[in-house]
């Protein structure tokens, strides 16, 4: 890109509204210097959405940058960390004034609510895409991972699911959506609400947690497999929105959506029955729904039940590499 190009992009990234105490040194040099917390660990996710695949190119760029930063917010939130600090590639055919404003107005909002800063990246040309390195802290040994699971855990998850299934199915029809049903499923699909604050308070709680990207189903898999434990899951009691019902036609057709919904950024996580009890005081403060959907077994596998019989409705999640 020429350098006029450059100066254009530089004017919008360092324009942002947050600027933290911890941050030594910022954008505008070879890297980025940062002070970490005392007696705090670092964590780090990055995660890339290339237009074609995770958006449409001409989708409102305000709603693909929320949902860029969103899904990496999820995936501290689901570690129980605290945002802080992030870096963010970006590709561009060529550079239009317009998407990079609308761009920065969504992704300032999001950062500037969670008082995330932007510490640096890079701008290239090329096919649009979308790559942000997200880091934060966490106390020492506090991180909740998915290996914790154990036989007897009672299975969660936050908000409802299958929202984002739905606002996608509105959004590949390709037409402007026909009600306010489907104006909210999609405007759902882009404007997740990352669960930063459920994630802190579960420390200590959950004996593991994920965030929900690629479907319940198979994201609850990955619990699984790392613990070496099963599940069972209750389709009949999938929180599901009064939208979701409406527009799936029945309880059952949700559920489905429900269960192999992708990009939902809601997590999903196992609770120990000795800490049960404290699970609705220690969300209290984070105006966080949850819901239990089922329970940690012994063996291997994962047992879909509708109506107390096991069903088999043939579900898989999201692919990033499927055709």
């Known amino acids: 890109m020429a350098g006029n190009e450059f100066d254009l992009i530089n004017r919008y990234f ?7 105490k911890d941050v030594v040194l910022g954008i505008g040099d070879d890297a980025a210097v940062i002070t970490i917390p005392d007696n705090s660990q670092l964590v780090v996710t990055t995660d890339t959405l290339v237009a074609g695949n995770h958006f449409l190119p001409d989708a409102d760029p305000v709603k693909v940058a929320h949902k860029a930063l969103a899904s990496n917010l999820s995936d501290l939130a689901a570690m129980g960390a605290i945002p802080a600090w992030c870096s963010l590639a970006l590709t561009l ?28 990246g890079d701008t290239t040309k090329g096919p649009l895409s979308i790559t942000i390195t ?14 914790g699971a154990m036989a007897g855990d009672w299975l969660y ?12 199915d509105v959004i590949l029809r390709g037409d402007t959506p026909s009600n306010d049903i489907e104006n909210t499923l999609l405007n759902r699909h882009y404007y997740s609400t990352p669960r930063v604050l459920a994630g802190q308070a579960l420390r200590g709680l959950a004996s593991s947690a994920l965030d929900i990207s690629d ?10 497999k790392a613990s070496n434990v099963s599940a069972v899951v209750n389709a009949n009691e999938l929180p599901l929105s009064d939208e979701l019902l409406q527009y799936a036609g029945s309880r059952e057709a949700a559920a489905k959506l429900a269960l192999c919904s992708g990009e939902e950024y809601e997590l999903c996580f196992t609770v120990p029955e000795s ?3 404290a699970l609705d005081a220690a969300l209290a403060h984070t105006n966080t729904p949850v819901t ?11 047992s879909v039940r509708w109506e107390d019989k096991e069903v088999d409705w043939s579900l898989s999640g999201w692919d990033h590499f499927s055709s």
Do not use: M
């Open 14 to 20: 360092k324009a942002q509204p947050v600027g933290r």
């Open 215 to 224: 479907g319940l189903i198979a994201d609850l898999k990955h619990i699984l």
């Open 134 to 147: 997200l880091q934060g802290f966490i106390p020492a040994g506090k991180a909740i991972c998915r290996h």
């Open 157 to 168: 998850v936050t908000g409802n699911l299958g929202d984002s299934a739905a606002g996608l």
């Open 275 to 277: 800490h049960r009890g």
């Open 93 to 120: 055919p060529s550079v239009d004034e317009t998407w990079l404003k609308g761009f920065c107005d969504g992704f300032y909002k999001l950062s500037e609510y969670y008082h995330v800063q932007l510490i640096g």
């Open 292 to 302: 239990c959907i089922g329970q940690i077994r012994h063996g291997e596998g994962l």
